[in-house]
């Protein structure tokens, strides 16, 4: 059996450092035990196997094995389609990179790598960060954003800010970036006034980046506008409250007919790993739950 690449954490002998295996083969015994055989060069252990008690659905235990390794959430933090890397940073912030990197709200984010393009759908706070946005932006980087994002964002040293309403498409650097509508159709913060409206013209995107299309639908729920022909990858907010819940992303995951998609929108403001395993359960298509980055 075959799996995605995990996140481990040594915990003994090696620096307390964290390192992502790629290529690592996971076997499952009678008993249930993991064998986590590294094919990768590690850059302590190279070729070195870690034995772990528990099942790939365990989260967060600590196996007491020879190398002391514990893995975190047994979940893969990267997801790699046709040579796409997309590593999921928590709530609804992604990268997404092949040569280019191309960040998509990030929100809470330490260090990462210089951006070439960052996409903002609207200004709450989990998803402009304008810290995180400092942190990987640099003078060659691009901000596709709303208007209203572009003026909080003003003396942000960038290349650019460009300001969009849904139903763009902007070319950077080979890399398509469609703006597409996102909003509330059924959640309200008082009566008649839904968190995000249709007016407001927030934004989701289509990326087509080496022929992939990935769409992030933003803060929305179900609407009508999602049935966007061919996305590969669809990146759906399922916490319920001011996005749409498992049971409606689901849904809208027969509309949009991805031929994958990631959970995201959980795990920070509202929303649980539950909601992500739910909707995965859920929804029509390949779904990858990913573990924060
Ligand atoms: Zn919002
Ligand atoms: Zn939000």
Redesign the pocket.
Known sequence: MRASPFSVVATNRIPPSHFTFTNVLVLLNSQHDLVLRNTNPCPKRSGESVRAQGSVADRGFIPQCRHRVRILGGLASLFEYQGLKISWLG??GFKIKNGKTVYIDPYQVKAGDEADIILIT?E?F??LSSGSIKRIASPKTTIVTTPVVKSQLSGTTVKEILAAKPGQKILIDGISVETVPSYNVNKFRSPGEPFHSKQEEMLGFIVTMNGVRIYHAG?TDSIPEMEHPNVDIALL?VSGT??MTAEEAAEASKRIKPKVAIPM?YGS?VGDERDAERFKKLASCEVHVLSKE
């Open positions: 709530h609804d609207h709450h989990d998803h803060d907010p001011y996005v929108h403001i």
